[in-house]
């Protein structure tokens, strides 16, 4: 098939590791995800909250500034900010949302114009499996996610173990409950954001379903909380709504409470449920055709 | 021959419906014909051997390959160009085939030198860096085509090629499959509606009819056999002429007095005929290949009253035939 033979010749070269085929999806995605200007600004944004605990870390470690504080607002000398599981829980929530609203934003791209454009029969008619596709498109929300979520955070755990002698001793737990609470909620998002894609294959509408599932599941939870008969000490209509149900692990990963909650053993339950529903409905809808009965 | 698909009882269920019935068979060709009517079961084959869809039971081999047990292997083989529109939004042209070329184990480096050269091939050099979604019917075609054979198949499936395509941009898709029939270097299905690019582009023809094998007809043999049953229109004395030709093994009839039918035996040729003619003082007016075109084949195919699984065997026609089957 040489340009100026212009004529056809198999192809007897050498071909790559058929394990780390799905990495070439995310290779092209990643640069159609930053291509709009909107979410790489909104990305970039997803950085100050770190950024700002990381400065408050440093001042709060800093004697200079802490004299300078205490002179400012007559504080007393025994005045001392300790950063600990509520600091961390805090941050955790922030970069949680913002992880679900970058979700939002960049899952329906994935997958929702592949299905529109008949592009799976493309993968599928080749060496590559539905799981390799589905793979290498989640792992493009996975590394986004992570580079918000615990990579920072756990980058401001060190910072402050390493301000601190024996912080890290003493608040070790933390640093697992970044890793495990980061960890199951960015699963959780990639997977729902996933199946909404590859369900609903309009993008605008995709990012809308999203949006709206979140946050509707969320005040319908509180709602029925609300109501009279069902105001009771725990509220179980949380498990419907994945913000409540991780909320609910985290304050039990950073031993943290803020009014009731369900157990943290339920809200783990839920969101694996989740996941199991999302993977279900790309195994109906990752297909190269669909028999239509 | 190198079987290129064997079907060994391969069924087909898909939403409660028998689609593909127990369909035997080896294809040998270099390309492979597969017609029928709408709903005859041509994709699904496909799409059976690409493995999109399980078989309810028997199987298929492609060179060889279990399409069951060995389905990765299979795709590995194979090329697709499928009938629907089909393209990755958002990538220029060369994007797009060199992603395919990936997906199939190409290196980088090669899969973007191999699909610069697809590009070309298929005549887009000069629209590779355009958005895919911005091109023509046409265009997306000949791009669909380019990915389907960037990563250097050894079989491609052609699902309706020509689809929408206007003359010019059909014509250029004819002449690309019998390149790519004639270079030798890979085998082709081309499944269509269309006999006529059909007969133009295969030395085979599977013709489908209700998810069973119709008909199945060896193109090249069928031409090599039309050019042995000639009409003959002479001006002169016929009797002579006939008696002549009739010496050589030739089988000969008169329907009129200038109007003659022969079938032609091994080892002769039409200059023959001309030899005799001229030593008898015989003018050959007209010399006409009676041919026995594939829509014969198919329209008996299609007639309700055929039995399905009739394998044509190409045999030499008596002057009764009047080669039809």
New interface residues.
Partial sequence: ???YE???????????D?RS?FL??P??ATK?VF?SKLFLAFFVLCFLVPLGAAVAIWFLNNSTFLEYFRALFRTGEDFRLTLGGGFFFTLMSIQGILAMLLTIVAAPALMA??L????L?????????RTEYVLGKIVILLALLSAITWIPLCFLFLFQGSQVSGWIGEYGWIGWSLLVGSGLWIVVLSMVGLAVSATVRWKPIASLTLFGFYFFSWSLAKMVYGLPGFRQATPWADVFSPISSMLAVWQSLFRESFGPSIPAWAGVAALLALCGVCLIQLGRKV???E??? | MESVIELDALSVR???RDILKALDGKLTGRAIGLLGPNGAGKTTLL?TL????PASSGTARVFGHDIRSEA??V??L???M?E????????TGV?FVR??A??????SR?ALE?S???M??VGL?EARYRKV?SYSMGMKQLAKLA?G?V????LL?LDEPTNGLDPPARRRMLKLIR??RE?G??HLIFSSHLLRDVEECCDEVLILRDGQVAAYCDLEQERRANKKFLELEIRGEAAPFMSSVSALGVECAQHSPRRLKMVLQNGMEVSDLYRIASEQRIQLRQVTYKQDSLEDIFLKAMDPGADVGETRQPSPRTGDDHGRL
């Fill in positions: 098939m040489a340009v212009h004529t056809y010749r198999r192809y007897s070269g050498p071909r790559t058929p085929r070439v999806i290779k092209y159609e291509r114009a592949d529109r454009n008949n592009a029969p493309l993968y599928l008619s080749r060496p590559f499996s297909r190269a055709y028999v239509i009965k | 898909l939403g409660g799409h690409l493995g999109f869809h990765r292997v795709r590995g194979l090329g697709y499928p629907r529109d089909a393209f990755i939004a958002g990538m994007h992603l395919m990936e997906i199939s184990g190409l290196p090669e191999r610069h050269e697809a070309f091939y050099g979604e990915q054979l990563h250097g198949p050894r499936f390149d790519l270079g270097e890979t």
